[in-house]
């Protein structure tokens, strides 16, 4: 009777911790999940951002500073 009831606190001490562990598994699955969603908003704007300067750079090259008016006119 005596081993029959340790055996039974150990099964509900494993089952205590595996549902701590499921718990805490759930919780870092949504901390990774936030943070994939933060990486991929950053990629896309330093996509944007490279566009933006891609687009300057092909303005500048294409402008001759001949074309331009000095700054004291």
Do not use: C, G, R
Request: glycine share 0%; aromatic share 6%.
């Amino acid at each position: 009777m005596s081993d029959y009831k340790i055996s039974e606190n150990k099964i509900i001490e494993i089952e205590t911790k595996l549902a701590f562990a499921e718990q805490s598994i759930e919780e870092l699955n949504d901390v990774i999940v936030n943070q994939q969603k933060s990486i991929d908003k950053l990629n896309l704007q330093i996509q944007q951002l490279n566009s933006k300067v891609e687009e300057e750079s092909q303005h500048w090259q294409t402008t001759s500073p001949v074309d331009e008016t000095p700054p004291h006119y």
